[in-house]
């Protein structure tokens, strides 16, 4: 492998320092080596006086990153033990808290598509910047996963009930709500992106930034906040599908159709995670609740079924287990959240500060 070939790329140009995620035919999606690979040179940047900045980017023109490698895990949870799934995730929400609470400004240039781990690498940033080709979402519900690299706490924190919309459904969702909800924090065109980079290498962020930054294009979102928040706010996913098919807006009653396709026990567990995770506080604790989470859907049957559906055979049939809502009981759901022990991940117990990071 040369070092053009390698799945993410280093450098530096003048003040920052650079991290591209290098897979573009796999719209960059995150591997274990990888995420060991940005960990190492986020570790050697913090030390280094020279670098002032770090700016994380995926190569070629689809988007940052589609998420973490998917098929692995299935593979993993089909044939194996599920221990490498585990280490990866254990790795990479490791990584997700680091970048949350890295010392020196994080800019993440959120272009194209960025789903499920792609998130994980860039929302936790302290500099998030959206481009009209900016595509959003945490998918997991569509393949028998849980909204992880610490989903649950980002959407907790959304206004109203947007974030409980954005995780059941998995909606993908343009710059403007971005903004909105909490996921983002600037607007720059693409086209612009190249000039904002050049000139990150010269200018502190705030100098960089006010040359580039402009009014984001209007989302979607908060002419829907009425029926979201009153339909989302019920105490159960049954009720939720309840109230959206009995709204009235076509858009609600869609909302309530695209949930009938997903995994119930996946929106169950989800509900429940986003639920306990606006509890929970700091970040670190909720990525230990995820954490627990995943390993949970190791063992359950729909995430091999989910992924195969949409990703191995690609015939988007999922045959869920159980199939119906009313079929997902409040014990399967509590077993998701049990302790895993000596295998926790354990990451609140180290937790620091609060993290603010100022520059």
């Given at each position: 492998?040369t070092?053009?070939?390698?799945?993410v790329?280093?450098?530096?140009?003048?003040?920052?320092?650079?991290i591209?995620l290098?897979?573009?035919r796999?719209?960059?999606?995150?591997?274990?080596?990888?995420?060991?690979?940005?960990?190492?040179?986020l570790?050697?940047?913090?030390?280094d006086?020279?670098?002032?900045?770090?700016?994380?980017s995926?190569?070629?023109?689809?988007?940052?990153?589609?998420?973490?490698?998917?098929?692995?895990?299935?593979?993993?949870?089909?044939?194996?033990?599920?221990s490498a799934?585990?280490?990866?995730?254990?790795?990479e929400?490791?990584?997700?808290?680091r970048?949350?609470?890295?010392p020196?400004?994080?800019?993440?240039?959120m272009?194209?598509?960025?789903m499920?781990?792609g998130?994980?690498?860039?929302?936790?940033?302290?500099v998030?910047?959206?481009?009209?080709?900016?595509?959003?979402?945490?998918p997991e519900t569509?393949i028998?996963?849980v909204?992880?690299?610490?989903?649950?706490?980002l959407?907790?924190?959304?206004?109203?009930?947007?974030?409980?919309?954005?995780?059941?459904?998995?909606?993908?969702?343009?710059?403007?709500?971005a903004?909105?909800?909490?996921?983002?924090?600037?607007?720059?065109?693409s086209?612009?992106?190249?000039?904002?980079?050049?000139?990150?290498?010269?200018?502190?962020?705030h100098?960089?930034?006010a040359r580039?930054?402009?009014?984001?294009?209007q989302?979607?979102?908060?002419?829907?906040?009425?029926w979201?928040?009153?339909?989302y706010?019920a105490?159960?996913?049954?009720e939720?599908v309840?109230?959206?098919?009995?709204?009235?807006?076509?858009?609600?009653?869609?909302?309530a159709?695209?949930?009938?396709?997903?995994?119930?026990?996946s929106?169950?567990?989800t509900?429940a995670a986003?639920?306990?995770?606006?509890?929970?506080?700091?970040?670190?604790?909720?990525?230990?609740?995820?954490y627990?989470?995943?390993?949970?859907?190791l063992r359950?049957?729909?995430?091999?079924?989910?992924?195969?559906?949409q990703?191995?055979?690609?015939?988007?049939?999922?045959?869920?287990s159980?199939?119906?809502?009313?079929?997902?009981?409040?014990?399967?759901?509590?077993?998701?959240?049990?302790?895993?022990?000596?295998?926790?991940?354990?990451?609140?117990?180290?937790?620091?500060?609060d993290?603010?990071?100022?520059?």
């Amino acid at each position: 492998m040369t070092a053009a070939e390698a799945p993410v790329l280093f450098g530096t140009a003048g003040r920052a320092a650079h991290i591209t995620l290098n897979r573009p035919r796999a719209i960059n999606a995150l591997d274990h080596e990888m995420v060991r690979r940005i960990d190492a040179a986020l570790t050697a940047w913090e030390h280094d006086p020279a670098v002032e900045t770090v700016v994380v980017s995926g190569a070629g023109e689809r988007g940052l990153c589609a998420g973490g490698d998917i098929r692995a895990v299935h593979d993993d949870a089909r044939d194996g033990d599920g221990s490498a799934a585990a280490a990866f995730w254990r790795d990479e929400y490791r990584l997700n808290a680091r970048i949350a609470r890295y010392p020196k400004p994080y800019v993440a240039l959120m272009d194209g598509i960025v789903m499920g781990g792609g998130v994980g690498v860039s929302a936790h940033g302290s500099v998030r910047v959206v481009t009209e080709r900016s595509r959003v979402a945490m998918p997991e519900t569509g393949i028998g996963f849980v909204p992880d690299v610490g989903g649950t706490y980002l959407l907790g924190l959304a206004p109203g009930e947007l974030g409980t919309h954005l995780a059941l459904t998995g909606a993908q969702i343009g710059a403007g709500d971005a903004l909105l909800c909490g996921l983002a924090d600037h607007y720059v065109p693409s086209a612009a992106l190249p000039g904002l980079v050049a000139d990150l290498a010269d200018l502190p962020v705030h100098d960089a930034l006010a040359r580039h930054v402009q009014p984001p294009p209007q989302g979607e979102l908060a002419a829907r906040r009425e029926w979201i928040d009153a339909c989302y706010a019920a105490g159960t996913v049954e009720e939720i599908v309840r109230r959206l098919l009995g709204h009235g807006d076509p858009a609600a009653k869609e909302a309530a159709e695209t949930l009938l396709t997903k995994s119930p026990t996946s929106l169950k567990v989800t509900l429940a995670a986003l639920r306990r995770a606006r509890r929970l506080g700091p970040l670190e604790r909720v990525l230990d609740q995820e954490y627990r989470v995943s390993c949970a859907c190791l063992r359950s049957p729909d995430l091999v079924e989910g992924i195969r559906a949409q990703v191995i055979d690609k015939d988007r049939d999922p045959h869920w287990s159980p199939r119906t809502l009313a079929e997902v009981s409040d014990a399967d759901v509590e077993a998701f959240f049990a302790p895993l022990g000596d295998r926790e991940l354990g990451l609140a117990a180290g937790a620091g500060s609060d993290g603010e990071v100022a520059w």
